[in-house]
């Protein structure tokens, strides 16, 4: 089947996402995300008939289930994953002519291997900064707990002070404060018998007391061997000193000796940037003697006392309302004493009347007594579960410095290996952030920083010629705000090129030309955070894949977070990241959709607003409204939630507009809506993923409250807004004009366009499904004709899809083929005992077997 430029253009993007996504996966083992990204590049691939590309897709695949660690170290591996790359970086049109040129590459890829059960070569870096190795340990030591935290503690503070050292060299604080941590160290280690940390920690002192009284000299060579030193014994402290590379501990040693007496001869390649790409894995445990599981329950348990007593006020109110009821019957039983007297006879009912209204003051006063009583207890009540919830928050708190330790001596590394100068600062270092966050900031922050050493600092050369001091600075700053922790990372160099974001968007066919002629400085800067998407021409160790700035946005849906960009061109760059504090607990937007509570995240809201109807415009079925400058597409929440019913029209409109990626959406709801703080309750694992929402809460009155997923949301959205099916019904007329409804499963775009035109041009309708969850919510909210599946997707694979599909009641006849590369007899079989009514492989695309398949099934 030969490609035209579309599905060319479509596979570039594709392949050069999935590419990303493999280099994002494997420096957190995330096996499961690589093997998924490389298996839509094969199906991809085997799409347009480049087989020896996707055999290398294919066999990297297998790599990553098989071993996922193994393959991260792996050389042939990467060198694998490049030749993918070089393949989708050129223009769709010429990725033929790049795979055919690429073809004894990849054979040669093919025939490699990838042992990836055997020990992987070790990196080209010498001894003295290879991790170190065990032969024995200390481990079973009474006093090993009690070293392993001192250990770390001075391990900290060589790498800090070195830092300092190394900025300011004549700062005598600073070489104090490494020889007390040298010496500190020593005496530690001797205590539990590491001789070689003993020997190795006694020279480094001897070498800090030689710097600071003038005898050798703090230059460059001085300064990498001890950090070499100091990165040393930090990896020993992470592996908890299991044993000891007494070799490698001993040349450290011997080189000091050799720098001190004038005759040392540095190695001509460290490697120091390559071992601080990543944040160093942190050693945990040691301090806490409490289970995460335990602490999450408690925070759970905190936050919900704290959002029960919230409830108590109410009750309060209540009893004042029966006060307040009482007091006007007495006035009534008053009342009707004052007319009884003077009435002949009246002498015995006014004496029953008084002896009431005694009853009733007295009753007054005793509600009124319980009610300054119940207030006071509610005040404690409310006072104690803030005291209880601030201090089990504190427990799972760190400061956020713990989350950004191994920023400085990265940014130091990186400047030295591309010959610049950077002062990097951290102010707010203390700030509290919950551990889950800042666990998930720590990869995302060091993209931001790299991107900003990379991209944005100049040579010191072109900084003095724009005016500039020859020293760069970076910036990063925490602090909270409005119940939410943010974080800015701003620069001072050269700032983000406009220019050669719009050039990019227009190589990658990410939007048209006219499109970009009023797009919003947001919108432009939001498709940096698409995967695969750079500015840089030439890729480096640090940056230049378009990896980066899509872990940031992966980790911000993750937690709930926002990412602002500003850039002015020669000031520099900024971005600003806005997360919940903790997770436990969700400052929310509650609001009515067709008559039932939902909740959006309050950081995920851009406004609310009241529109009057000439306020929204339809333009060709789609309905809009101007906020800002810009133009919001408007959708019913009650649509976009799969209700059928129509809105109830009316002269006004509230809605709340979402920020995605840059975009605004509009979402209809029922009335204006109410701030809350929910306490976050997952779902049960059996409901599975139900669309649009993300997890539950409950109301003060006991009510369950939907959290809805934005991102689901917004996917759902875009559906609307791309088939104008907006705040009315599609008319019924428009169903009996095509032959049927077909739904698409396939986890690869390319797979599902391909589809996806074959059967259009046939006439059909065609709704499309990015896996089979997707696809098993679509067919929860509608009814088709025809289902297509693909077998291997994440989340919900196609044999699960279809027994989902069989087992609802209005889908079991629905006729279902399934569309695999796989041609072996048992995968058939597999398929049709499932419940598919045909097996063909991807191959039936290039003849009329496809469609012929769908249209006699369909036909019955």
């Known amino acids: 089947m030969s490609a035209d430029p579309s599905m060319l253009s479509l596979f570039a993007g594709e392949a050069r996402g999935a590419v990303a996504k493999i280099r994002a996966a494997l420096p957190s083992l995330d096996g499961a995300r690589a093997a998924s990204a490389a298996k839509s590049l094969r199906s991809a691939a085997r799409m347009l008939g480049f087989d020896k590309y996707a055999a290398l897709a294919a066999k990297l695949e ?38 055919s040129e690429k073809e004894p590459e990849i054979s040669a890829a093919l025939e490699a291997g990838f042992p990836l059960r055997k020990a992987a070569p070790a990196p080209a870096i010498p001894p003295a ?113 299991e044993g000891a590379d007494e070799s490698a501990a001993g040349s450290l040693a011997s080189d000091i000796s050799a720098l001190l007496s004038g005759s040392y001869r540095p190695a001509p390649q460290r490697g120091a940037l390559s071992a601080s790409s990543e944040p160093a894995p942190r050693a945990s445990g040691s301090s806490v003697k409490v289970s995460a599981k335990s602490l999450n329950n408690l925070m759970e348990l905190a936050a919900e006392s704290l959002v029960e007593n919230g409830r108590i006020e109410p009750y309060r109110e209540a009893m004042i309302a029966v006060k307040n009821e009482q007091e006007q019957i007495a006035r009534h039983l008053e009342n009707a004493i004052y007319a009884l007297e003077g009435s002949p006879g009246a002498e015995a009912a006014q004496a029953h009347l008084e002896l009431a209204r005694r009853a009733m003051h007295k009753a007054i006063a005793d509600v009124r007594a319980q009610i300054e009583s119940f207030g006071e207890y509610s005040r404690r009540n409310v006072l104690i579960a803030g005291r209880l919830y601030s201090e089990v928050l504190s427990s799972r708190m760190r400061p956020f410095s713990d989350g950004v330790a191994s920023l400085p001596r990265m940014v130091r590394d990186i400047a030295k290996s591309f010959g610049k100068k950077i002062d990097f600062e951290i102010e707010g270092a203390k700030t509290p952030v919950d551990r889950d966050v800042l666990e998930k900031l720590e990869s995302a922050l060091m993209h931001i920083v790299r991107n900003a050493c990379d991209h944005g600092i100049e040579t010191p050369e072109e900084r003095e010629a724009a005016g500039k001091p020859p020293c760069g600075k970076i910036t990063m700053r925490a602090w909270h705000s409005a119940g939410f922790l943010k974080i800015s990372v701003s620069d001072d160099g050269r700032g983000i090129s406009e220019a050669a974001v719009r050039e990019k968007i227009l190589e990658k066919r990410l ?165 809350s703080e929910l306490v976050v309750r997952p779902l049960h694992e059996r409901l599975g993923k139900i669309p649009c929402v ?50 698409v499963v396939d986890d690869s775009i390319t797979v599902r366009e391909t589809q996806r035109q074959i059967l259009e041009g046939a006439g059909y309708r065609v709704d499309t499904a990015v896996d089979g969850m997707d696809g098993w919510n679509s067919v929860r909210l509608n009814k088709y004709d025809l289902i297509v599946s693909d077998i291997d997707m994440p989340r919900l694979n196609g044999f699960e899809f279809i027994e989902r599909v069989r087992s609802k009641e209005s889908a079991k006849s629905t006729p279902i083929i399934i569309v695999s590369y796989k041609d072996r007899q048992e995968d058939r079989a597999k398929g049709l005992e499932a419940g598919a009514d045909a097996y063909l492989t991807k191959s039936s695309f290039q003849d009329d077997t496809f469609i012929e398949t769908v249209r006699n099934l369909i036909s019955g």
């Open 62 to 99: 297998a790599a990553f289930l098989e071993d996922v660690a193994a393959a991260s170290s792996n050389p042939d591996v990467a060198k694998a994953v490049g030749i993918l790359s070089e393949c989708a970086e050129v223009p769709p049109e010429r990725i033929p002519g790049a795979v």
């Open 511 to 675: 939007a048209a030309p006219e499109m970009l002629e009023n797009i919003s400085e947001d919108e432009l800067y939001s498709f940096l955070l698409l995967p695969g998407f750079t500015t840089k021409p030439d890729i480096s160790e640090i940056s230049g894949r378009g990896v980066g700035l899509d872990v940031v946005q992966t980790m911000l849906h993750e937690v709930g977070g926002t990412i602002s960009i500003s850039s002015r061109a020669g000031a520099g760059s900024a971005f600003e990241l806005k997360l919940p504090i903790t997770r436990s607990v969700l400052k929310s937007l509650v609001v009515g959709i067709a008559g039932q509570p939902y909740a959006f995240a309050l950081a995920r809201v851009y406004r609310t607003v009241k529109l009057d109807a000439s306020q929204i415009r339809s333009v060709e079925g789609r309905q809009y409204f101007d906020l800002d400058g810009k133009s919001v597409g408007l959708v019913s929440g009650a649509r976009a939630l799969g209700f059928e019913e129509p809105r109830n029209l009316s002269n006004s409109v509230y809605a709340v507009v979402v920020a995605d990626r840059g975009n605004l959406y509009g979402i209809e709801i029922d009335s204006l809506p109410a701030e």
């Open 694 to 743: 993300s997890s539950a809460s409950l109301s003060e009155d006991g009510l369950p409250i939907l959290i809805l997923d934005v991102d689901d949301l917004v996917s759902s959205i875009d559906k609307f807004l791309s088939s104008g099916d907006m705040l009315m019904r599609r008319p019924a007329e428009a169903e009996t004009r095509e032959l049927g409804r077909i739904l």
């Open 129 to 241: 900064v290879s991790a170190p190795r065990a032969k024995s340990g200390p481990r079973d030591s009474e006093m090993f707990g009690v070293f392993l935290e001192d250990a770390q503690t001075q391990s900290a503070a060589l790498s800090e002070g070195l830092l300092r050292l190394e900025r300011s060299p004549g700062d005598m604080p600073a070489a104090d404060s490494l020889m007390r941590a040298s010496h500190s160290l020593k005496g530690a280690a001797r205590v539990v018998g590491l001789e070689w940390l003993v020997n190795l920690a006694h020279k480094m002192e001897d070498c800090f007391s030689a710097a600071r009284e003038g005898r050798v000299k703090a230059d460059s060579a001085f300064f990498d061997l001890l950090f070499d030193c100091a990165d040393f014994i930090a990896s020993a402290v992470a592996a908890r000193f």
